[in-house]
């Protein structure tokens, strides 16, 4: 069996219906030399069966449910191609995004990891124009940390690269992309295609408001992590990285608070005023997270029960 050119993963966890069209997305490709690997995160559902004898020919390999950053790194460990391309089941791709892709990485010198924006897709599938982030190439670090831009079924990136940077982190619940592209981006320049190639597709309904404060927690404690790392210590302005730290340590801090996490939200609120920097300078901050502090710690005084972080 011949060496593909690239390895498309695609990590799904029951979504059978909507993995059958990435995968048609995927068999519309321009550029052909490629294998599938789907990665069934413990759907209850059959997969294997749903997509038996689709032309993009998809190797399902089972796991147990562990989330998508474990359910990556195993396509990166099954993978046979030493390139790799990623896309979510509820995502697509327009026809010439491994072509595009492909030759990019083929550059003499290029940078080993390319990336793009990512268009919302209306009801016909089609780019909505004009509703995609700015995207950045070269050394990103400074810009990255300070918004994230780097969508996962954009990317297409040496494995052995990857790998090496340490793959996705999958103890993290969500923000595991964001994450590993601020590491490799700490190590290697990123690559631009600015056109959009990969589509996202627009879901129905609101995370809960524990889920939204687990996540923005979660996204801040990360950042911090970076920033502490020798990596991020050196590629990142202190005054900046610190502001960025502040203001998601503020929203995280918000977010604790409306769910009715009230210890959780003045310990958050203690880390954005750790970062707010001088009172002039991040007068707001220091502000609104000593109010918010107060409040919460008046709502546990008055009810015990609910000082725990949920």
């Known amino acids: 069996m011949s060496t593909p050119a690239v390895s498309v993963i695609i990590p799904t966890f029951e979504r059978g219906d909507l993995l059958v069209e990435a995968l048609d997305s995927v068999a519309a490709q321009t550029f052909t030399d490629y294998e599938v690997l789907v990665i069934d995160d413990g759907s209850t559902e059959d997969i294997a069966a749903r997509v038996a004898g689709h032309p993009a020919r998809p190797c399902v390999i089972r796991q147990a449910h562990a989330g998508p950053g474990k359910a990556r790194n195993r396509g990166m460990a099954e993978a046979r191609a030493p390139i790799v391309a990623f896309l979510d089941s509820d995502d697509l791709w327009l026809p010439t ?23 919302p897709m209306d009801a016909r599938r089609q780019p909505v124009r004009g509703r995609t982030k700015d995207c950045y190439e070269g050394d990103i670090t400074e810009r990255l940390f300070c918004k994230s831009f780097v969508h996962v079924p954009t990317v297409v990136c040496d494995r ?132 918010l502090q107060r409040v919460a710690k008046k709502q546990t005084d008055c009810n015990p029960s609910a000082s725990s972080v949920r």
């Open 97 to 119: 995004k491994l072509e595009r892709f492909m030759a990019a990485l083929a550059t003499p010198g290029g940078p080993r990891i390319w990336y793009g924006p990512m268009s």
């Open 160 to 291: 052995a690269m990857l790998i090496d940077a340490g793959g996705f982190e999958e103890s993290l619940p969500v923000c595991e992309d964001y994450d590993l592209w601020l590491r490799v981006s700490a190590r290697q320049p990123f690559g631009l295609i600015s056109e959009p190639l990969a589509l996202r597709r627009l879901h129905g309904g609101r995370l809960s408001k524990s889920d939204m404060s687990r996540n923005v927690a979660v996204k801040a404690r990360m950042l911090e992590r970076f920033y502490r790392s020798t990596p991020g210590a050196k590629k990142l302005d202190r005054g900046i990285a610190e502001a960025r730290l502040a203001r998601v340590y503020l929203a995280a801090a918000r977010a604790a608070f409306f769910a009715g996490s009230f210890s959780e939200a003045a310990a958050l609120c203690a880390k954005a005023r750790e970062f707010g920097g001088s009172p002039l300078r991040a007068g707001p901050i220091h502000f609104i997270a000593n109010i």
